[in-house]
T-cell receptor, first 113, second 107 residues
Framework: DGGITQSPKYLFRKEGQNVTLSCEQN?????MYWYRQDPGQGLRLIYY???????QKGDIAEGYSVSREKKESFPLTVTSAQKNPTAFYLC????????????FGQGTRLTVV | KNEVEQSPQNLTAQEGEFITINCSYS?????LHWLQQHPGGGIVSLFM???GKKKHGRLIATINIQEKHSSLHITASHPRDSAVYIC?????????FGTGTSLTVIP
């Protein structure tokens, strides 16, 4: 079955270390997205990519980096420059043609200690 | 103003009650999504709607495109339905999310 796989589900890191969250889709979707959720708050856009080798900053891109070298993969790196990295991270993907389709990953809960 | 508004923000129900969560949006959409998030857990996609109504077990989702409104209904609610329910809309090049409805079902 097609879908989005985020791994791992829970991740712990020491302060000051970079960490990369994985997002893989086998849906042949062109667009992929990363969102962040803080306790009691809604999801906010970090980065998105409409096509391979291209990506755009979202509302809260500072302290994060992404790459889109393959259509299937959109990894998110949380750098040491991110002041408050502990959060829930959600990956999503969409296709517009031939019919609209959108899928969400299960999410990764990152805790920095 | 948020592009997606959900109500109520919090909801407590007795087991067996019929539950309705509402979602209104202000942008043109490709589709509307209902997501479920258990405390400390991940996201589960419940429905994707672009028109009409969908049913899955005890869950029913409806959408009225003209009124820009969707409802999620849970029939015969159960304590395992306790979770945060999030409404999201996809517009073609991004998503907008509601802040969620926290549901607690008491045995």
């Amino acid at each position: 079955d097609g879908g989005i796989t985020q791994s791992p589900k829970y991740l712990f890191r020491k302060e000051g270390q970079n960490v990369t969250l994985s997002c893989e889709q086998n849906l042949n979707h062109d667009a992929m997205y990363w969102y962040r959720q803080d306790p009691g708050q809604g999801l906010r856009l970090i980065y998105y990519s409409q096509i391979v080798n291209d990506f755009q900053k979202g509302d809260i891109a500072e302290g994060y980096s992404v790459s889109r070298e393959k259509k299937e993969s959109f990894p998110l790196t949380v750098t040491s420059a991110q002041k408050n990295p502990t959060a829930f991270y959600l990956c999503a993907s969409t296709r517009q043609y031939p019919n609209t389709e959108a899928f969400f990953g299960q999410g990764t809960r990152l805790t920095v200690v | 103003k948020n592009e997606v508004e959900q109500s109520p923000q919090n909801l407590t129900a007795q087991e067996g009650e019929f539950i309705t969560i509402n979602c209104s949006y202000s942008v043109g959409i490709s589709a509307l999504h209902w997501l479920q998030q258990h405390p400390g857990g991940g996201i589960v996609s419940l429905f994707m709607l672009s028109s009409g109504k969908k049913k899955h077990g005890r869950l029913i989702a409806t959408i009225n495109i003209q009124e820009k409104h969707s409802s999620l209904h849970i029939t015969a609610s159960h304590p395992r339905d306790s979770a945060v329910y999030i409404c999201a809309v996809s517009t073609g090049n991004q998503f907008y999310f509601g802040t969620g409805t926290s549901l607690t079902v008491i045995p």
